[in-house]
């Protein structure tokens, strides 16, 4: 029961986001489905919930089998036209191979974080943005870091042409309680037509400041963004690990709608 309630805490602000403002003209800008955070900034005034479900096959080295995350749900809300306030909440169930223990479901810790606007795109300079972003230890015991955990992030985006586009990202985040991660990241995007496109993606997650000797990760993504109206999204991504520490594959489709 507390883990249910831990999972829908949410629930209220998805409500409040079905009766938010009118539509406005532009088209929505979404985080998902790559890895790379847009560097664009949900619109002052108006909420965005983005949510989907992943499912993964990890490395052979881990013991971990198979794990789905669900629902994804990331809440963002345009405080101004530079300061964008986000809270996200997902569950993990890992099926472990034959033998290796039992299945299990709990509530991910939770995410709190904002984006600061820091310019737009002029000429060969991109749009600019930085996240500053922590979880808490809200999480099941299965789950749960049981410490608070903060990281920072620089967001970068170039509109190449009407069909091209280029983001890239870099995180520092701290992932356990005495070791850090910095997960650099690239995108590559074009528009297949007026309402679809594609992405080929890029990213890695680097140890940084831990003892463990652990090794890093290198991935590659690519997906599909279906575009129902300006303010509503369909997508759908496939991504493989590089080597023995990553995961070996995942598979994810998701949605964004902004009322």
Do not use: C
């Amino acid at each position: 029961m507390a883990q249910l309630m831990r999972a829908t805490w949410i629930l209220p602000m998805v409500l409040f986001a079905a009766t938010a403002a009118a539509q406005s003209p532009d088209v929505i800008t979404t985080d998902r489905p790559d890895f790379t955070e847009s560097s664009t900034l949900v619109p002052r005034g108006r909420v965005q919930l983005e949510a989907g479900i992943t499912t993964t096959a990890a490395s052979r080295n881990s013991g971990m089998g198979q794990s789905v995350t669900w629902p994804e749900l990331l809440l963002r809300y345009g405080l101004s036209s530079r300061i964008e306030l986000r809270v996200a909440q997902t569950l993990t169930s890992v099926s472990p191979p034959a033998g290796f223990g039992t299945r299990y479901t709990g509530a991910n810790d939770l995410y709190l974080g904002v984006k600061l606007g820091l310019g737009a795109q002029q000429g060969s300079r991109p749009e600019l943005a930085a996240m500053l972003q922590a979880t808490v230890p809200t999480g099941a015991e299965s789950v749960t870091q049981n410490s608070t955990l903060p990281g920072a992030a620089l967001l970068a985006g170039w509109t190449l042409s009407p069909v091209w586009s280029l983001a890239m990202g870099l995180q520092v985040n701290r992932v356990t309680g005495d070791a850090w991660e910095i997960a650099p990241s690239v995108t590559i995007g074009r528009a297949l037509t007026s309402r679809l496109k594609a992405y080929g993606e890029y990213y890695a997650f680097i140890p940084a400041l831990s003892e463990s000797g652990a090794s890093t990760a290198h991935y590659l993504n690519g997906g599909l963004a279906l575009l129902l109206s300006d303010n509503m999204q369909l997508d759908a991504r496939v991504g493989a690990g590089l080597g023995g520490v990553a995961d070996r594959s995942y598979l994810g489709v998701g949605f964004a709608i902004r009322p």
